[in-house]
Structures are given as C-alpha cells and as structure tokens.
T-cell receptor
Framework: DGGITQSPKYLFRKEGQNVTLSCEQN?????MYWYRQDPGQGLRLIYY???????QKGDIAEGYSVSREKKESFPLTVTSAQKNPTAFYLC???????????FGDGTRLSIL | KNEVEQSPQNLTAQEGEFITINCSYS?????LHWLQQHPGGGIVSLFM???GKKKHGRLIATINIQEKHSSLHITASHPRDSAVYIC????????????FGKGTHLIIQP
C-alpha cells in the first residue's frame, strides 16, 4: 500500500544538538510538506517542496532546515537554533503543490 | 491570514447520536478541508470541498461560501469515530494559503 512513513515515532534530543526527522513517501507525489503541531494549536507550516531540489519556507521556518534530493524523501532537521523544539511533527504530500492530501503518523520530539 | 474558529472545542456524545461540528473562517477561500486526527496522531483527509455538500459513508460535509461557514456531520455515531476533527480552509496560492483550525475533540461513548 502507498503511504507516508515517518520515523522515528518518538525522538529525544539533548539541548544544543541537531536532530533529523525522516519522511518517506511511495505515492509518487511531487509535493511534500512539514507541519508542526503544539497542544491546543492548529498545524503550522514549516517548509514545503513542490519538486525535487526546490523548497520554500513556511510560516515558522526559523531553526529548521530541509533537503529534497529525491522525490520520495523530505527530511527535516531541527537545529540547535530552534529554541522550543518540543512538538509533534507531521509530514504530508500531494500530487501537485498547494494542498496536502496524505499525512504521515507523525514524530513526537522531546528535549531531555 | 485566515482566522479559523471551530465549535465546539470538545464534544462527548452517546453512540448513535447525530454529530455536528462547525467551522467559520474570515477570508474568502478556494476550498476547505476536513481532516481526522487519530489518538496516535496520524491524520486522514476526509473531504475537500469548494461548494455545496459531499457525503462519504456516515460523514457529510457542507459549505456555505457566502457565509464563510462549513459543517461536518456524523450520522449514527460510533466509538470508532472518536478523534480530533480539523477544519482547514485554503485561501488560494501555495501551501501557505492553508490555515488549520485548532480542532474539535470528539468522544463517542458506547
């Protein structure tokens, strides 16, 4: 079955460390997205990519970085510059850019 | 930026009841999504609509573009419908045109 795989499901980071969240899709979708979800808040867009080797900042890109070297993969790095990284992170994809169609199961990141 | 209000924030109902979740937004849109977030966190897209009504199984979504309002209805509710339901209007443009509501936490008791 086609879908989006996010790993790991739970991730712990020490202060000052960078950490990378994985997102892989086998849906042959061109567009991929990263969202952050905080308790009691709506999802917020971190970065999105409409095609390979291209990506754009979303509303809250500071302290994050991404790459899109392959169509199937869109990893998100939470850098030490992100002062409040504890959150639930969701990856999504769509056939064309603009509106996500499929979501992963998310990664919950916590700071030790 | 689109201001999105969902009501109620929390809803507990008995199995079999008819459920209505409302969504209001402030800016004109090209489409609106309804999403379901499971207790584990994964999200499933239920509907994308730009006018009128859509039905899928026991779920019905309606939208009134002039009044900037959408509703999600669940008929013959079941405990497996327990989830967070999220409204997300898209005001056009790219991915940054999508705004997510805070969600309605629904619990269906047997």
């Amino acid at each position: 079955d086609g879908g989006i795989t996010q790993s790991p499901k739970y991730l712990f980071r020490k202060e000052g460390q960078n950490v990378t969240l994985s997102c892989e899709q086998n849906l042959n979708h061109d567009a991929m997205y990263w969202y952050r979800q905080d308790p009691g808040q709506g999802l917020r867009l971190i970065y999105y990519s409409q095609i390979v080797n291209d990506f754009q900042k979303g509303d809250i890109a500071e302290g994050y970085s991404v790459s899109r070297e392959k169509k199937e993969s869109f990893p998100l790095t939470v850098t030490s510059a992100q002062k409040n990284p504890t959150a639930f992170y969701l990856c999504a994809s769509s056939i064309i850019g603009g509106q996500p169609q499929h979501f992963g199961d998310g990664t919950r990141l916590s700071i030790l | 930026k689109n201001e999105v209000e969902q009501s109620p924030q929390n809803l507990t109902a008995q199995e079999g009841e008819f459920i209505t979740i409302n969504c209001s937004y402030s800016v004109g849109i090209s489409a609106l999504h309804w999403l379901q977030q499971h207790p584990g966190g994964g999200i499933v897209s239920l509907f994308m609509l730009s006018s009128g009504k859509k039905k899928h199984g026991r779920l019905i979504a309606t939208i009134n573009i002039q009044e900037k309002h959408s509703s999600l209805h669940i008929t013959a509710s079941h405990p497996r419908d327990s989830a967070v339901y999220i409204c997300a209007p898209h005001s056009g443009g790219g991915a940054d045109g999508l705004t997510f509501g805070k969600g309605t936490h629904l619990i269906i008791q047997p």
